[in-house]
C-alpha cells in the first residue's frame, strides 16, 4: 500500500524513535529530581535536623514524635519553667516588700530627726560611692559590711576581672580601680542620681564595732600588717591606758575592748588622730557614710539577710552569672554576729560604756529598722 501516513511510514520511522527517546529521558529524569526531593538529599551542608518522611498526599507534614529516654526526660522538664518564673516572681515581690518596709522606716525616721534636705550628699558620702556606668550603677560601701565581695562585685561589673574569684580582701582594696562619684562633674552627678540604681549595706551597729575591733586591733597580725591602724592603736594605749609602757606606746599593740569603747565614745581623743576618711569610717556610723536621708537608695541590704538581698540586687542590675556573693571564705570573720562572742565581749562594758555606746549608734538603730539591744540600760 502506497501512500501510507503515520508512525507506520518509514519516513516518520526515525522522526517517531528520536520522539520516544526524548520523552524517556525527560521522564527518567523526573523521576531522579522526584526522588531527590522525597529523600530531602543535601545539596549544600548537612542538615543536622532530624529528616521526615515526606507524608501521602493531601496530609500536612507534622513529624512524628522523636521518643526520649526516661533518663533525658527526667533531666530536661519543660514543664517546671512556668514554676520557676513564678518562683521568681514570688521571690521578687517578697524582696520590693522587705525594701518597702525598710525605706518607710528611714524615712519617717529621717523625717522625725530633721534630716530631710534637698541638697545632695557631702563629700564624705561621695568618697565611698563607686559607680559603674556600663550598668548604671552606684555602690556606696560601708567598711566591715561585706564590702570587700561587693567591691570584687563591681570589679566584675566594670570589666576589671573576669571572676569574683581569687581575689582576697587586702587585694580588693589594693587593686580595684573602680571610679568614684566625686569624680564626675556636678551635673554628671545629678545625673546619676536621677537615673542610676543605687544600693548599700547596712548591718547590726554595736556588732559591726566589736567586728573591727576583733579584726584591726585584737588579731595582732592583721594590725601587725596594717600601719594605717597603727596611729588609733597609739592613741587608745596613750589615751585611755593606766601607766602604759614604753614598748605599748611604741607599737599601739594589744587595745584591750573597753580601750577601743573608750576611744570610740571620746569625740575629742578621736578628732586628734582622725585625719584619713578611709580607716576611721570603719567605726563612723553608717547613715554619715552613706547619707540615706539624702539620698533615695533603691536597696537597703542587711549584711544579716545578705543571701537574699544580694541575690535580689544582683537580679535588679541584670548582673552576669561570673558575679556572685561570695561566702566568708577569703574574707576575715570573726564571728562578732553569734551571741556567745557577744555577750563575751558587751559584758565586760560598764553602764556608762554602754550607754554611751548606745548614744554613738541610736541613729543607725532607728533609721535602719534593727532593735535596741537588751544589754543596754535603760
Known sequence: MTGTTGCCNMRFRRQCFG?????SIALVAGIVVWLVLANNWPTKEPDESPKFPNPPRGVKNKPSPVHVSAEIQEEVKPVEQPKTNSSLMDFTQAQEAVQSKRKAILRETCKRN???SQAGPPMFTKRHIYVVDKYRVMYCFVPKVGCSNWKR???VLDGETDTVEGLTSDEVHTKAHLRFFNSYTPGQQEHRLKNYRKFFFVREPLKRALSVYRNKFEDLATYRGNLHFHTFGKQIIKK???GPSQAELKTGENATWTEFVDYLTHP???KEVETDIHFSDHWRQMNQICSPCSIDYDVIGNLETVNADAKYVLNMLKAPSNAQYLSSAGSRPTNSSDKGTFDK??????KKQLTQLWELYKLDYELFGYTKPEIIPT
Request: cysteine-free; overall charge positive; charged content about 20%.
Open 345 to 350: 565581749y558587751f559584758s565586760k562594758l560598764n
Open 240 to 242: 585611755f591606758r593606766n
Open 114 to 116: 530633721g534630716m530631710t
Open 268 to 270: 575629742t581623743e578621736r
Open 153 to 155: 562585685i563591681m570589679m
Open 19 to 23: 520522539m520516544a527517546k526524548t520523552v
